[in-house]
Each structure stands twice: as C-alpha cells, then as structure tokens.
C-alpha cells in the first residue's frame, strides 16, 4: 500500500500542478484583456449606433456590469464549458471558430514536433556513436539555427528558392515547407543539449562494455544509448513547445494556414476580445497539459525520478 | 571539479578573440553605425510614396529598390535599423532590471518572499514567451513602449533564475559563513560578498538571450504586433513585402538578410561572451 502510495505521489504532484498553472493562465488572461481600455459593447457602440439605454442594458445582459471577481468565475465557469461567447466582428459562437482552425493546428504541430523530436534523436544518437565530424557539425548548425534564424525569414526564403525560383511548390496553402522548416527548428531547441548528455553517457561503463565486447554501432545505439536518450529529450521537450508556438503563428501567417494563429491574429487586427482571449487560452492551457503529460510520461519511464 | 583550471585549456579559452567572433562585431558595429547615421545617410524619406515607381528593382537611383508603395527600400532598412536595435535591445534592458531586480528583492527578503515571488515567475514562465508577449501587447496597445515592455516581462524569468541559482550557490560556500560569523547582516552580505558574484552570470544570461530578444521582436513586427505603421522595421518589411514576393523578391530579401545578419552576429558575440566569463563551463566544453 505504501509503496503504491509512493509510486503515485509524483502523479497527484505534477496534476496539482498542472491545475494550478492552467488556474494561473486563466486569471491572467482574463485580467490581461480586461486592461484594454474600452470593453465588447464600445466597440459594438462605435460601429453601429447604440444609445445610452441600450448600451446599459447590453452591458448588464453580458455581465458587464458586475464587479471584476465575479465576471472572472463566470466566465471561466462558462470556458470550462466550452463556452467562450460570440465573435464581436461575426457575432457566430467563438467555439464554432476554434473548432473549425483546430485541427490545421494540431497536424501542424503534430508533425513539426515528431520530425523535430526524430531529427534530434537521430542526430545526436548518429553524432555520439559514429564520432563523424560532419555530425557534430551539423549538430553545432542547427542549434545556431533555431537561435539564430527566425523561422519566418526562413520561410520566405523557402518560398522565394522552392517556389518561386523553381517552382516546386505552391506559395500558399502547403504545408510541407513550413513542416520541415519548424522540425528543424525545433530540432535545434534541443539537439546540442542531448548531444552533450549523451556524450557523457557514452563514456559509463555499460557502453564501454558494450563496445568491448565488440557490438555493431548500431547495435549499441540502439540497445544502449536510445534508453538514456528518450528521457533526457521528454524532459526538453518541453523547450521545444515553447518554440513550436512561435513557429506555428508565424508559419500559419506566411503561408497561409488556416489554422488558430490565423485565427488569433486576424482577431487581434479586428479587436476580436473573446476570441482573442479564448485562442490564447486554448493554445497555452493546452501546453500545460501537454508539459504535464510529458512529464508524467518521463516518470512513468524513468525509474530514477520515483526512486 | 577541480577549482584550478588546467593551465593548456585555460590557455585554449582565453586564446583572444576567434575570427568569427571578429566579423560578427564588425557586421554589428557596421548596423549599428547605419543606424546612428540614419537620417545623414538616408537617400530618401522612408515614407515618402513614389507612386510612378513601384516595385522598381535595385539600381542607381534606389540602391536597393523600392517597395510595393514606391518606398525606398534602402532608406526604410536604414531607419528601421533604429527601432528593430532600440526595441530589441530596449526589452533585453527592461528583462535584466526587472528579472534580476525582483529576483534579489525577493531573495534578501528571505524565504517566504523567494517562495511566493519565484511561484509568480513560474506562473509567468508557465506561457510561451511569444504568446505572453502577445498578450501583454493586445492589453497594453501596440507601439514601440508596449513592445519593450511585453519583451522585458517576458523574458525578465530568466534572469531572476541565474540570480537565485547563483545566490543559492554562493550562500554555502565558507566566505559567506565567514562573513555572517563576523556579524554581517542579510543585506550586507547579500551587497559586498554575493552581488559581484551574481554579476559575471547575468551578464552571460543578457548576452544570451539578446539574439532571443530581437528575434522575438522580428516576429512580433513580422505579425503586424510591433511598433506604429509609420515605422519601419524590419519585420514589418517582410510582412508588408511578403504578398509581392513573386514579382519583387528584393523588397524581402533585403529585410530578411538584414534580419539574419543582427540575429547571427549577436548569437556569435553571445557565444564569446559565455566563454569568456563562463570559463569552466567551456573548458568543459572543449575537453570534451
């Protein structure tokens, strides 16, 4: 019993925390656009012409007249629901509009971050083994890269060499170029982290062993330095994330993507406050259940975290 | 680790300056004069609109072009210099103050304030930074001010990090002890024994995350985010040029290079910096 207690305990940790981060995100949001000066019904009253009565009587229909506390429980109460209110500049339901952008987003990003998490492991995993010198280049050039290179200069270089210069692809709507262009990126985050950890597990005694008694390379890379890799890259995928954010605005934008940066930055341009608010929300809530699912994931594999 | 540093790689790390390091302070040195110079050297007004010669490619009268509205694009380079280097460098300023400051407040302040004051960065930390900076820029208003101001608190974690791993670093080791025995206060010692410590590793931080910085302002220009319409900057330039990169690829070309030019010169000079004042950790490095 205790030592089932034990094994779990770092569970109900990393829950409690993930709720208390989400419970952050969602008051600092609220809070962050209730500063903007001006609320949903001025915005509505510049546009159209709205008396005074009107605008009164919208205001207490919105729940805009209640104190701030108040407004805060309502309307998490009613996102929790998946209830994020009406677009200002559409007037249709602002989780109607997400739904529709969400799956363009999840690909992308789903993509980036598998061929981002592959190109690093394969890199610093062929670097450490084989020794060859182009590799440990290579590694030193994507992490400049992703430091250095913002991705969307990148990608109009893309465009400008693939698909104008040679006509390979089409400017808008593909996804390939901006997918491979943010896996390198991404892949940068973390490769020269993992190739410094994995160096240093290359020279413990059980590779040593390995290599003594005469196994392929291949053989000990996979048998014996992917086990200490995937770890160490769960626990830095979290950097990669952080960067995937970035990448995907910016790509969504550039080539056009219809996906929820477009939708978040459309929304700024218009002053779009619930959906502003309701795509900041989702894109950051949902980096903190996926932070904490990796988490967990490293525990669950990782013996030496519970111990 | 051994406290004395081998005397051939201690040699190896404070062998000088490598050319890279060189060319990529004379690339910077070279913006940054540009950008002083601005309005001498300026051919043009960036905004003027020559609306008889759009998208004209580079030649003798407009150095390197001009824009869909008949701008010059030499001129808007030059002068957007200015606002890409002063709110790019501007936010790393407002992240260093404002992260060290609160970080050595809270930590002279004693337990409970490190533990509160810390959950807050964590909070803060909990949002990627280019979306907090989003945030932060819908609630304050765009303009070059908010810009600064979301990349500071965006970035300000970082700093108020180093400043508690190294306090908590230096706190144990027999000097500070020492300094306590003799009566030294919290303050005190925090002031004259750990302060000059702190000094060399935000330093590499600020160094560091300077490249980060003026990327993320790039990007937030790029997204239409940044400073007002009648400033250029050189995001804003690629996005502008971005829907006539077909039929004039110089309008983009120009910023994106000028963009990848600051960006990689100062990651360069960060590296050598970190070297330079990080020493173990590169002798580390280059044993390996």
Known sequence: ?307 | MSLALPSEVGGAVRRGLSPRTVIAALVLAAIIALALAAPLITPFDPLDQDLLALNQPPGAEHWLGTDHMGRDVFSRLVMGARTTLVVGFGGALVAFILGAGLGLVALSFGRAAETAMFALIDLVRAMPDVLLALLLIVALGAGAQPVMIALGIAFAPFFAYVARATFHREAVKDYVTAARLFGGGRLHVLRLHIAPNLVGGLITQAAILLPRCVVTESVLSFLGLGSSPDQPTWGRMVADASHYIETSPHAILAPVLAIVALTLSLSMIGDAVRRRLDPLRAADEAAL
Request: proline share 5%.
């Open chain 1, 1 to 307: 019993m205790k030592t089932v207690l034990h094994r779990l305990s770092p569970f109900a940790i990393a829950l409690a925390r993930m709720l208390v981060q989400a419970t952050g995100i969602v008051v600092v949001v609220f809070l962050l656009a209730r500063l903007v000066p001006g609320d949903a019904v001025d915005v509505k009253g510049l546009e159209g012409d709205l008396t005074a009565a009107q605008q009164v009587a919208l205001r207490h229909e919105l729940g805009l007249d209640r104190s701030v506390p108040e407004q805060l429980v309502a309307w998490s109460w009613r996102a929790l629901k998946g209830d994020f209110g009406d677009s200002i500049r559409f007037g249709r339901p602002v989780s109607g509009m997400l739904g529709t952008a969400l799956p363009t987003t999840l690909l992308f990003a789903a993509l980036s971050f598998a061929l981002g998490l592959g190109l690093a492991l394969a890199l610093a995993v062929g670097a450490v083994t084989t020794g060859n010198r182009v590799l440990r280049e290579l590694v030193n050039l994507f992490s400049v890269w992703s430091i250095a290179l913002p991705t969307f200069c990148v990608g109009v270089i893309g465009i400008l060499v693939f698909s104008v210069w040679l006509g390979w692809l089409p400017v808008l709507g593909s996804m390939n170029l901006p997918v491979i262009i943010i896996g390198i990126d991404s892949a940068g985050v973390i490769v020269k982290p993992l190739h410094e950890e994995l160096r240093e597990a290359a020279t413990s005694a059980h590779v040593r062993t390995a290599r003594a008694k005469g196994l392929a390379p291949w053989r000990i890379a996979l048998r014996h330095l992917l086990p200490t890799a995937v770890p160490v890259m769960l626990a830095l995928s979290g950097l990669v994330l952080t960067s995937l954010v970035a990448g995907t605005l910016t790509m969504e934008v550039l080539f056009g993507l219809p996906g929820v940066g477009s939708l978040l930055l459309n929304a700024i341009h218009g002053r779009d406050y619930p959906v502003i608010q309701a795509a900041i929300l989702v894109i950051a809530v949902a980096l903190v259940v996926i932070n904490a699912a990796t988490d967990l994931l490293h525990r669950l594999i990782d013996p030496r975290m519970t111990s």
